[in-house]
DNA sequence: TCAGCATATAAGCATTTTATTATATAAGTA
DNA sequence: TACTTATATAATAAAATGCTTATATGCTGA
């Protein structure tokens, strides 16, 4: 078992800590995303969205790829504390319903 | 994988997400602890560490045991995101180090 | 019963967090 | 070029967090 610091790993849950970015990350383990679906399926205004996004990015745990116009997050693997996400991921429910749920309303972003 | 809500898992992330209670439950998966042990490790004011592990119990993640004058905390094994603890305090270093030296200065408190 | 130790609780305060609104930037398109 | 869409950033306000100090409670032992 990799060991991580213990500050590093608390900040890391306190990150995960927040049903929103909780969420997303559940989210981004099975596919990546933009930043409109986030905003269409959190049903939260786009700075809001913005801003935790931006709190993942900043502790690495998510990359951003510009594509045309949207910009698509996925999860970065090679950060030291994947494992640990990938293992707390494992104990909340599927998100993948909630991209479902996007794409029969014809809302979500195909990236070709 | 026993899952649990999204929302409950937060929470309990959140909890974890603060090096303070953090270590508390690294020490606690190995020993019962009492809390001047805890102010004496933490360097920290009892009213503080009381307030940490309020939170901890109000969360069902530990239980209390009065021993005379002494309160000793161990962790419920029987609440619902006693795994995910389990899981993620596998990734933080051992603290049982602090123990170790608490012991060396003679202030570990014994319970018989 | 009183004094002392261990712990909890309450109130106050500073800091952090998370949302909102307003605005800026960048790409796509007529 | 100008307009629209997607996104980021800044400023701000409200709420939550985590400490401090002061005080209360509950054992223990003289």
Redesign the interface.
């Known amino acids: ?7 590093g ?11 929103t970015r ?2 997303m990350l ?1 989210l981004l383990i099975k596919h990546d995303c933009c930043v409109c679906e986030f905003v269409e399926m959190f049903k939260m205004s786009q700075p809001a969205i913005s801003q935790h996004l931006r709190k993942l990015k900043d502790a690495g745990l998510v990359k951003e790829t510009r594509k045309g116009q949207w910009i698509f997050y996925s999860l970065n693997k090679d950060n030291q504390y994947y ?2 996400v990938q ?2 991921i ?4 599927d ?1 993948e319903q909630k991209l479902i749920l996007l794409q029969q309303q014809g809302l979500r972003i195909s990236c070709d």
């Open positions: 078992m990799e060991k991580n610091s213990l500050e790993t608390a900040n890391i849950l306190k990150l995960m800590g927040d049903k909780l969420s559940g494992p640990l293992d707390v494992k104990y909340i429910p998100q």
